[in-house]
Structures are given as structure tokens and as C-alpha cells.
């Protein structure tokens, strides 16, 4: 199971950065859903992305057979290795065009969880149109009360809102 964590630039970007509240109940959920989907005696946990730090001062519970951490690898080499090794992936910060593109990228049957929370406040063109972003095989999770829980609606449905279409005006074939 692959973590992606994205702070740096994000702690000052209106994208919501990787935080301890989302992320380490966000790992003991997708623990229990691999763990049941796969039937998996073991399963490891590598974190990838650019805060080797934050990663050093998580609390994880002592689920798995192994963690590892990268210290910081480039962009390429964490897209790189999420493509080719991960089996799992839980995007922490999911404004992060890195780790969607990796988790787009893995293997067909790969299992991937994200954020349901894009930006700080909810209320940006990433969340409005999650619809059209996140395909919809990905487990949204959501946190409430400390906890993560899985989310079953879109943005739009979740604020009672009509989804943010464009009016597009077709023409016949001539």
C-alpha cells in the first residue's frame, strides 16, 4: 500500500496539503479495506512524496508487515515507482496533479483511495467538477469527528447543488 504526500508549496496553496488528522486514520481504513478486498496474509506501506520529515512524525499503527520512506526521491522517481510497485494507493493531498497521475497510471486493478477534501475550503473548481476528475471506481473518503469514513457523493451532491456543467450549444453535422 503507497501513501502520496504532498505539503510543501501546497501549505501555502489554496490546494489542501497532506495533514496527520486526514492521513493516519485515512491509512487504517484503507488498511482494513485492502486487508478484506485481498484476502492479503502481509501488506506493506511505503509513503512517497516530498516531506520525509512529516512522514518521520506520523503515528502509524502497527498494521503492517513492513513501512518504508523514501528520503525524498524527484517527482519522476516517486511517479515512477507508484506505476510500477504500488498495488494501492491513498492520495493524501488530492489537488496533487503527482499523485493522480500515478495512481491513473497504476495497474487496472489497483485499489485507490483520496481525499474527498481538494482544497482548503471546499469550494474550488477541483472539488465542484470531482466528478469529472476522479474516476468513479476511486474511494472517496471524507473526515468527520477524527475519523475517516467513506464517501458515497459527489461534491455537488454532498451541498445540495446542480453539478457545474458547461452549457454547450451543438450543432447537426452539415
Not at 503507497?2 to 496527520?20: A, P
Not at 467538477?129 to 451532491?157: R, S, Y
Amino acid at each position: 500500500m503507497c501513501v502520496h504526500i504532498r505539503r510543501g508549496d501546497f501549505l501555502t496553496d489554496i490546494m489542501l496539503e497532506t495533514t496527520k488528522e486526514f492521513t493516519v486514520p485515512a491509512i487504517k481504513f484503507a488498511y482494513d479495506y485492502v486487508k478484506l478486498k485481498t484476502k492479503s496474509p502481509q501488506i506493506s506501506l511505503v509513503f512517497i512524496g516530498n516531506d520525509p520529515e512529516f512522514v518521520h512524525s506520523l503515528q502509524i499503527p502497527k498494521l503492517f508487515a513492513n513501512t518504508y520512506s523514501s528520503e525524498k526521491l524527484s517527482r519522476g522517481e516517486d511517479i515512477c515507482f507508484g506505476i510500477h510497485y504500488c498495488d494501492s494507493m491513498i492520495m493524501t493531498a488530492s489537488g496533487s496533479t503527482f499523485s493522480w497521475w500515478i495512481s491513473y497510471l497504476m495497474k487496472p486493478d489497483s485499489i485507490i483511495f483520496y481525499n474527498s477534501q481538494v482544497e482548503k475550503f471546499s469550494n474550488f473548481s477541483k472539488d465542484y467538477h470531482d466528478f469529472d476528475i476522479f474516476p468513479p471506481e476511486w474511494i472517496k473518503l471524507t473526515l468527520k469527528n477524527n475519523e475517516v469514513k467513506l464517501e458515497t457523493k459527489w461534491w455537488h451532491q454532498r451541498n445540495n447543488k446542480l453539478p457545474d456543467l458547461p452549457s454547450i450549444d451543438l450543432q447537426p453535422w452539415s
